[in-house]
């Protein structure tokens, strides 16, 4: 780690050419990565003890992974899914179905129209990310909220599985780590799951 423990220009220098990566990729590309990638998310082992699931709604102009596929089996498997809203600087785990009418949030990003937060936690939280490396470190769009996420569950004892999703070009061999950044527990791209010792 820097000295001065300062990592913002080097994480905004990945971000954007990470960003840069993925938004190139076709649409036919994109989905055929993101149907490998499901494949492999539908096989983890945490994802098929779980009772709840939380994870994001697809930007898709940015090319992020298409979560749709899975959407709709943990919906056929009964588990209850939430997904992430943003309230001010904080993260709101909602409830949602498929099927349920989505609006652009304060960043653009696809949320629910209506807000039903659920009072449990999820076992497992998909997280999105711009780029990730092998150690778990993660670099997401640099608001910060899921590592405040992440921080307000540990102050009140909970521990989620930590599933971050990307294609396998976002995963590089290491990233710059500050003290507040979450660790993942796991990698999924559709090439390879890497398990976080």
Not at 29 to 45: F, N, V
Not at 106 to 111: A, D, K, R, S, T
Request: hydrophobic fraction near 45%.
């Amino acid at each position: 780690m820097r000295a001065d423990g300062d990592w913002t220009t080097e994480k905004s220098a990945v971000r954007r050419r990470m960003i840069a990566l993925r938004s190139a990729l076709s649409r036919h590309d994109w989905e055929l990565r993101s149907r490998a990638l499901t494949a492999k998310l539908l096989c983890l082992d945490s994802v098929v003890r779980a009772e709840q699931v939380m994870i994001y709604l697809p930007f898709v102009a940015r090319r992020e992974v298409d979560t749709s596929i899975f959407m709709s089996w943990l919906e056929a498997e009964q588990k209850t899914v939430s997904v992430p809203v943003v309230k001010g600087k904080d993260l709101v785990a909602s409830r949602f179905h498929v099927g349920d009418r989505i609006v652009s949030g304060c960043f653009g990003q696809p949320e629910p129209a209506i807000v039903r937060p659920l009072p449990v936690v999820a076992d497992v939280i998909i997280v999105p990310l711009v780029a990730a490396d092998r150690s778990g470190t993660r670099i997401g769009y640099g608001a910060g909220c899921y590592d405040r996420f992440f921080a307000a569950l540990q102050k009140r004892g909970f521990t989620p599985h930590a599933v971050g999703i990307c294609f396998s070009f976002q995963v590089l061999d290491t990233l710059p780590f500050d003290p507040w950044d979450r660790k993942l527990d796991c990698i999924v791209t559709e090439q390879e799951v890497i398990s976080i010792q």
